[in-house]
């Protein structure tokens, strides 16, 4: 199954994984899901929202148990975060059937749209138009950077976009959901263990800064005469590296949009999103706070017009205790499972408001993530096989 689904949207130069919402990379992971689900004799299912299932039972009797992940990538992205869960979840199958394993619950494996957010903005589209967490209207509102919008998106990649919309009756058939996902992070290589069991996610969002200034010519423009707002954007980004410092938390300005993006050119408009994530709301509250304030400082220093805009926020996220301590004693045995939160986002923490959510971490080495250097090791790789299978016959077949 990694033969077959590593190379599609590689890239040659970077090594990286371009597999963007609706486009030719993602069809062709959606062949693959199919043919797997398919090739095990499940039934497949694509969703109102453009998410692929694949059943083992009948869903209509409710109380099912479900796993899987996401196959699409950030730019560039590394080959285990979402796929891992995906590939895991047939590989578990495949082990639990091997065990000869009675099942007492529906089972369904799936993969949910559009997680990384990488085309339209928007992280987990798939889930959060499932969960109502994503309005209709919002979701026509979304554009990629070519101004294509997602029912366009949609329709061109031949699915039908006026269905989208919230999926109570599906929700209401699962009583379960695990994601297996590869650590974003160090803590399981520090500990020495292979599989870890996820507490929270931690609060995150996504604010954009527009600094518009006045274009003029780099070269015949005195120093004192221009409104450069580059120079407002950079002192920001530095701000946000301190008041992330400070509050234990992280902030990073990844994203950078430039006009006239000319090189002997003053820019009239320098547009930045912020990504900032901390362990609790008081502590992102106070970084967000401080790097707007400092801004807004640099921006009137140097006579600069600033909007701020949240475009995403995802609250503090708390697996179900019940769940997750389910998870540990099925793992446990003699030994404990390390249990540890995460500044990450998954579509197990959008599923958590509407369902029972828990989530299986393996193994990361080197910590490195959304990265071509994103690594697990195969014998962490299989060990997360184990504990997925072992979680599903303890949920799904007692």
Not at 353 to 364: D, E, K, Q, Y
Request: glycine share 12%.
């Amino acid at each position: 199954m990694w033969r077959d689904l590593r190379p599609i949207g590689r890239n040659a130069e970077t090594g990286g994984y371009r597999r963007f919402a609706w486009t030719a990379a993602d069809a062709d992971c959606r062949e693959w899901f199919k043919a797997q689900a398919e090739s095990r004799g499940l039934t497949y299912e694509l969703d109102r929202n453009g998410n692929q299932w694949a059943w083992l039972g009948d869903p209509s009797q409710g109380n099912a148990v479900v796993t899987g992940s996401h196959l699409d990538s950030v730019p560039d992205g590394g080959a285990f975060d979402g796929p891992l869960g995906v590939v895991s979840s047939f590989a578990a199958l495949d082990e639990l059937r091997g065990r000869q394993a009675e099942f007492t619950r529906p089972l369904a494996l799936v993969n949910f749209g559009d997680e990384e957010g990488a085309r339209f903005g928007l992280a987990c589209v798939g889930s959060r138009l499932t969960a109502g967490q994503l309005t209709v209207e919002a979701a026509h509102q979304l554009r990629d950077g070519d101004g294509v919008t997602l029912p366009q998106a949609m329709e061109s990649a031949g699915y039908d976009p006026s269905a989208i919309g919230p999926d109570p009756e599906r929700l209401a058939c699962i009583g379960a959901f695990v994601e297996l996902h590869v650590e974003q992070g160090r803590a399981l290589d520090l500990s020495g263990d292979p599989v870890g069991i996820a507490s929270a996610i931690w609060p995150h969002g996504r604010w954009r800064f527009d600094f518009r200034g006045e274009a003029n010519h780099a070269g015949t423009t005195r120093l004192v005469d221009r409104r450069d707002p580059m120079l407002s954007y950079a002192e920001t980004v530095l701000a946000a590296r301190r008041e992330a410092e400070l509050a234990g938390a992280v902030a990073t300005f990844g994203k950078i949009s430039v006009e006239p993006n000319g090189v002997n050119a003053i820019p009239s408009l320098v547009r930045g999103w912020l990504d900032s994530r901390a362990p609790d709301q008081a502590s992102l509250d106070t970084v967000v706070t401080g790097i707007e304030k400092a801004a807004r400082e640099y921006a009137e220093r140097h006579g600069i017009d600033l909007d701020v805009v949240r475009e995403s926020f995802t609250p503090v996220i708390e697996f179900e205790d019940a769940l997750r301590d389910e998870l540990g004693t099925i793992l446990g045995g003699e030994r404990t499972i390390p249990v540890l939160g995460t500044g990450a986002g998954h579509d197990a923490g959008i599923l958590s408001g509407s369902i029972p959510t828990a989530m299986l971490f393996v193994r990361n080495p080197t910590g490195v993530s959304h990265s071509p250097a994103e690594f697990a090791a195969e014998d962490d790789c299989l060990a997360g096989v184990t504990a997925l299978a072992d979680v599903l016959e303890g949920l799904a077949c007692r």
